[in-house]
């Protein structure tokens, strides 16, 4: 088994607002999918874009979160969504994981880097104010 | 164990083009790292910046791509960098692999989030003629 792992440091951040981008609805439209829907409250759900859900499993404020695959590509169903906040100096660092994939297929490769694009999308967001969230993330392939 | 996985497509490129831009000094100069020297044939060395080198292991020309890691951070040595292209009607699929990591540390996630950027360097190299290799490769973290 192997995971998608990420680390991401934003500049002059903080580990609350980056929580807030994590762990509420705006939050998560502002960088992942614009179409972001639901309660995000700890075991709650998300709804994302057309036919995409995840659960908020566990919310631990401005430190973790825990999120739960329940709806969406047969290979994320079950695997789980996890972002570790912490502060060093002037930067917040977020190290992401997704966790249980049951095999290295093709699709896990492009997950990789479209996760560290809306990644990056995040640290704009929290840096700039604007980030890029779906439909407007940049296209990495033909998969998109 | 576990590997880093990427997978990025190129907009009306070419398997040659792609292979060229991995298995020369001039396209690892133009994507990854400017200060790129040394040998770029089967079973060559190239340096790649200050202090990493890696190790032509394996060239099958427009197909496959092998480098060992012989030269670089502690977490490194040892390790394999693989590049397998593809093409998909007007896409040319690569499929990135480093793998041989001894744990997953913080490092790797660092180290799987820059390697999108590269790949993503590669892609726009290929895509518009211009790639942001280091030293002009976007910040993602602290550890740049």
């Known amino acids: 088994m192997v995971d998608i792992l990420h680390r991401i440091g934003i500049k002059d951040g903080t580990t609350e607002a980056t929580y807030e981008a994590i762990a509420t609805r705006d939050g998560v439209a502002s960088w992942w999918i614009s179409d972001t829907r639901g309660d995000a409250t700890e075991g709650g759900l998300l709804d994302i874009g057309t036919g ?34 912490t502060q060093d100096r002037d930067y917040t660092i977020l190290l992401f994981k997704h966790r249980g994939w049951a095999e290295p297929v093709e699709f896990m490769h492009h997950c990789s880097t479209k996760w560290a694009v809306f990644l990056i999308s995040l640290k704009q967001l929290l840096e700039t104010g604007t980030g890029t969230p779906g439909p407007h993330d940049p296209h990495i392939d033909n998969w998109s």
């Open 52 to 85: 995409m859900q995840v659960k908020l499993v566990e919310l631990r404020p401005h430190e973790h979160v825990n999120w739960e695959v329940t709806r969406g590509p047969e290979e994320w169903l079950g695997t789980h969504i996890t972002f570790d906040i």
